[in-house]
């Protein structure tokens, strides 16, 4: 009988990333990192950016909860990121109305927490204002006293090419303004000194550290205090993020303004200005529980807390198991396709359990669509999704029409093994697999390819 | 123009309509006329459940029809079909058959239903040879491994020309392990540097075990690695002065230098010997005059030239330094002066890199399968959570065949191309086997599944599914993801 071909995966035409390794653990055990996840409502979520960044980048375990798959969130509008184009920055550029929506929930946020309206006001007000730029020492709140080791905004903040003379409208023998103006993409006057230093953005950064209320930082309030494990969090968290605003103003009398909205002698001309986001949302990585497991117990590398415990192997294997209850099928399958050095990612787009990519989603496209189920000695078992051949050939024209092979995985199952062997991973050592590929015979076809089949 | 798509109401629409299915009747009714000369007259036979010629059979006897004492026979199928291609004309009781009325005389038996005869219908059209299955006529496992002839020849194109006698195969047929796999570049494949290119383990194939190298490796020992070539000349030299006439440099008789004494100056870059002493007169040439040297002066003169690396090794040398580092670098290491000193190192090393495993993990009945220190290769790594074992889909198969519920085959098929050769006393072994089966049933389990493909021996099933007349074809076939090392 023939076995089915093996057609290499195809790779992708555009490749954007390099790949790093396959596993976060290396050969020989060198820097050795243990992660940490949390479970919150039956998920699996990692919260510390260098964690995800590891499990994300060797192996693409897990995805951003706020992104399609890897975490590459911001809040930055992309129209608005076009528009101002001619400016050289990293923060995020965000409408008006974005930003006061932010404004609106960090007060309801404190007026949960029992503040009065007038202090809220004042806070936010205070908390909101339009930032210059650090290079104006003048500002007393911006300066840096206190260390704060981890840098605020993003880390590759570093071309902010303006200078500032900190207010609205003065023009500083400095220059230019804290802020951009004119609907063009080219930056305001003189704007060829872009002698700003990163250093001082993280200066302003630091300085704000531990000078705003920490109610500020939208996620402490977010979470119940059961969900924070960890200290490493608190510094990065509680960095305010900044953000241009696009607002709208009245025009000044400046006379090498760009005005787009001549209005009579009113002139209304958007301008970005730099302020504290008062809300800020983290974006974690979601781990399946499959993946989740499999960096507990095949590699040893990933350490899951509920509250502040941390699980055993056989306690998240039972755990798992109530969670979803063919749990045991899908990790066997996921293990065993991990264990070939492919990279399983959950099949729900195409209504199977797993799709095989080759190194990583980045490289390959999907080779294929898998369906797990478990039998026993006799090859037969209740299936997870029984199929007719009419739901067969549907499954296969979907999966083909996506340039991927069908492919069913049978577990199988010896049948004097016991619900208590089954009751840890360690019964996967005597559980063998099946794989097949459904493939479509075309007669017509047939006629000149005679070696195909 | 644009097809309809609903139903608009409009009478050009009905008009339309209309005289498309007049077409269509016109074309049905139509009379089909042959040449009678042409028609071969043959019998139905209800109690043998065949058909008889009653006139010689015409060029479908090739690959149609049988012989039953002396009398020349068709399959009920078979008869139908040439009656509707207008080859036969049916006849029972000595009135003709109609095409109607055929479909229901001919098409009652429980092996030969209508679906079975739509996809009989649907290969014939196609040029196919269409057999009935007989399981009598599958060797056994046992056979075919006799049998290794007409094996070998079947699947002659996968096999090298020469044999190499002595190197064992790799592969048996069954357990196939999938070797030097092809990169698919895909519609891309002059996509430029950019990563096509630069990063050029990816081209590598996919591979499983260590290949059996073609290219002439090794087959008779390896010559030993020969010595610095100065010695070496000089060492012939003196043998030959010594009247010896062997050249290789391991000789039969004790080598006269203590090699345990002499040490190959090192003059690397980060190595402060740049004194070379003046070679011993004795094993220099007559007219070569040996002095000693210093090689300072030299060394500040070698190594200038930056080291120009292609765009590839540049990329791979920083894959590399990503993840590998200089051991080098590693000053406790440097602080070691010999192995044993290295090895107590190492070893300490590890013992602390056990106590930082969080116990919640380690100290329990069951502990992750991965102990990143053991191994020493990606391949090793997947090796070590490798715990699931393979299957193949005839294992265990032989047992289930006392199964009466079990899936039967249908057809043999064999290919139109096959025609000219094809010999209906022994037609061989076929292209495919079919199971006709119906839309609406489930799939085998995987249990039928290695029922009928046990039943099917080596030739590929394929399971013909009819609907209202359309016909598919799907076969499920066994698969071995290939292990993926090479990144």
Known sequence: MAEAVFHPPRRKRRVFESYEAPFPVDVGGKDFRLCQAEIINNNVIVRNPEDIEQLYNKGYFGKGILSRSRPVFSISDPLLEAKWRGVNTNMPIITSQKYQRRVQWAKSVLQEQGLDDCSVTKILENYTKPLGLPFSRGDGAEQTGDSCTTGGPKPGNAELSWKSAGSEGAQSPEGQNGRYEGGDAAVGPGSGSREQEQGDSREMAEGSCHRDPPVLCGCEVKQSPEQRAWEGMDSRECAPEYVLVQDEEEGSSCPDDDSIHAQGNLVKKEVLVCRKNPFRIFEYLQLSLEEAFFLVYALGCLSIYYGEEPLSIVKLWEVFSEVKPDFKTTYMAYHYFRGKGWVPKVGLKYGTDLLLYRKGPPFYHASYSVIAELVDDNFEGSLRRPLSWMSLSGLNRTTANASKELMLCYLIRPSDMTAEEMSTPECMKRIKVQELIVTRWVSSRERSEQDEF | ?487
């Open chain 2, 1 to 487: 123009g644009q097809k309809d798509f609903l139903p608009d109401g409009s009478a050009r629409q009905a008009e339309r309509l209309r005289r498309c299915c007049e077409d269509q009747w016109r074309l049905l009714c139509e009379e089909r006329p042959e040449r009678p000369g042409n028609l071969v007259k043959a019998e139905w036979k209800p109690e043998q459940g065949i058909v008889e010629l009653k006139s010689p059979a015409g060029k479908f006897w090739h690959t149609m029809g049988f012989s039953e004492r002396g009398k020349q026979c068709l399959l009920p199928e078979e008869a139908l079909y040439l009656l509707e291609c207008g080859s036969v004309q049916l006849f029972y009781r000595d009135v003709p058959l109609s095409i109607q009325e055929a479909y229901e005389t001919l098409l009652c038996q429980e092996a030969m239903s209508l679906s079975h005869y739509q996809v009989f219908s649907h290969l014939k059209q196609l040029g196919y040879i269409v057999l009935r299955f007989d399981p009598s006529t599958v060797p056994s496992p046992y056979e075919r491994q006799l049998n290794l002839e007409s094996h070998c020849k079947s699947s002659g194109k996968h096999h090298r020309k020469r044999r190499r006698s002595s190197s064992p195969r790799l592969h048996e047929k069954k357990h196939k392990v999938y070797e030097d796999l092809p990169e698919a570049e895909g519609t891309s494949s002059k996509d430029g540097d950019d990563y096509g290119n630069s990063i050029p383990m990816d081209e590598k194939p996919l591979s499983v075990q260590p290949k059996e190298s073609d290219a002439g490796s090794a087959e008779g020992e390896s010559k030993p690695v020969p010595l610095d070539t100065g010695q070496k000349d000089s060492l012939s030299f003196s043998s030959r002065q010594a009247g010896d006439q062997k050249e290789s440099s391991t000789g039969t008789h004790a080598p006269r230098w203590d090699f345990s004494t002499i040490t190959f100056p090192n003059v690397a870059s980060d190595q402060p010997c740049t004194h070379l002493p003046s070679p011993d007169n004795k094993l220099l040439p007559e007219n070569v005059l040996g002095r000693e040297v210093d090689a300072a002066a030299w060394c500040t003169r070698i190594n200038l030239k930056q080291e120009k690396l292609s765009r590839k090794e540049r990329k791979q040398r920083e894959r590399e330094s990503r993840y590998k580092s200089s051991v080098n670098a590693d000053q406790e290491v440097r602080r070691c002066s010999n192995w044993h000193e290295y090895k107590a190192l190492m070893q300490q090393r590890r013992q602390q890199r056990v106590w930082k495993r969080p116990s919640h993990l380690w100290d329990q009945a069951v502990t992750p399968l991965l102990r990143p220190e053991e191994v020493t290769s990606p391949a090793e790594l997947l090796q070590q959570i490798s715990v699931l074992q393979p299957s193949h889909i005839l294992d265990g198969a032989s047992r289930l065949q006392e199964d009466p519920e079990a899936m039967k085959i249908d057809f043999n098929v064999y290919q139109a191309d096959a025609v000219s050769k094809f010999k209906k006393t022994n037609p061989g072994k076929p292209h495919v086997r079919m199971c006709v089966r119906s839309f609406d049933e489930q799939i085998p389990s995987l249990r039928a599944l290695k029922q009928v493909t046990y039943l099917s021996g080596d030739v590929p099933l394929v399971f013909a599914l009819v609907d209202h007349g359309e016909i598919t074809f799907y076969s499920l076939k066994d698969f071995k993801l290939p292990v993926d090392v090479n990144h």
